[in-house]
């Protein structure tokens, strides 16, 4: 087993790059008569939390989605910076 050890949150260096405010980008995939779809979403930064999952912090970045207004979770390995 590794030594190594990190107090940082799975995630927190690919959050850095996201500010409150920033506009970003992310990517759903789905299957449309038998042929991969993706639709492209936009939306602002609007609160980078922390949550325990599976016994290790994970850093979370809730955006306000352009098309619908709602409030979505997301991790930041999902986002683009636009």
């Known amino acids: 087993m590794s030594n190594l050890q990190n107090d940082r949150a799975f995630g927190s260096y690919m959050a850095s790059r996201y500010k409150i405010?920033?506009?970003v980008s992310w990517s759903e995939w789905k299957i449309v008569d038998n042929t991969i779809d993706e639709d492209i979403f936009?939306?602002?930064?609007?609160?980078?939390?922390?949550?325990?999952?599976?016994?290790?912090?994970?850093?979370i970045?809730?955006?306000?989605?352009?098309?619908?207004?709602?409030?979505?979770?997301?991790?930041?390995?999902?986002?683009?910076?636009?």
């Open 21 to 23: 405010g920033s506009l």
């Open 42 to 59: 936009y939306g602002t930064v609007v609160e980078k939390t922390i949550k325990i999952n599976g016994g290790r912090p994970v850093t």
């Open 61 to 82: 970045i809730k955006v306000a989605c352009s098309d619908t207004g709602e409030i979505i979770s997301l991790n930041p390995f999902q986002l683009r910076l636009q």
